[in-house]
């Protein structure tokens, strides 16, 4: 599983790190992921890094979020800087597309306004 840290709460235009290490995966994992679902919403992506690293982010992230990975650990992590109300939810890694047996605890993030 995929287990994600570094959330908390944080006042607007704030900044986060989410980190996320993988356990029990031996294989190397080509594209891994954020996603994150806010109550009573669905699950969305909000970034996904290749092992290139070729990178893509959600419209509504761009030029805030940076997505970065380390090959080697099977970890990643977002670097989330100018946060807004509406970044609030739990925050899970997987990989993309997602896959339901690699998903592990997200983290919550809350942005305060």
């Known amino acids: 599983e995929l287990q994600a840290s570094g959330g908390g709460l944080v006042q607007a235009g704030g900044s986060l790190t989410l980190s996320c290490a993988a356990s029990?995966?031996?294989?190397?994992?080509?594209?891994m992921a954020w996603y994150r679902q806010a109550p009573g919403k669905q699950r969305e992506l909000v970034a996904r890094?290749?092992?290139?690293?070729?990178?893509y982010y959600a419209d509504s992230v761009k030029g805030r979020f940076t997505i970065s990975r380390d090959n080697a650990l099977n970890t990643v992590t977002l670097q989330m800087n100018n946060l807004k109300p509406e970044d609030t939810a739990v925050y899970y890694c997987?990989?993309?597309?997602?896959?339901?047996?690699?998903r592990g605890r997200g983290t919550l993030v809350t942005v305060s306004s």
């Open positions: 997987n990989i993309w597309p997602w896959r339901e047996e690699f």
């Open positions: 029990g995966i031996s294989f190397r994992i080509n594209i």
């Open positions: 890094i290749t092992s290139g690293p070729m990178t």
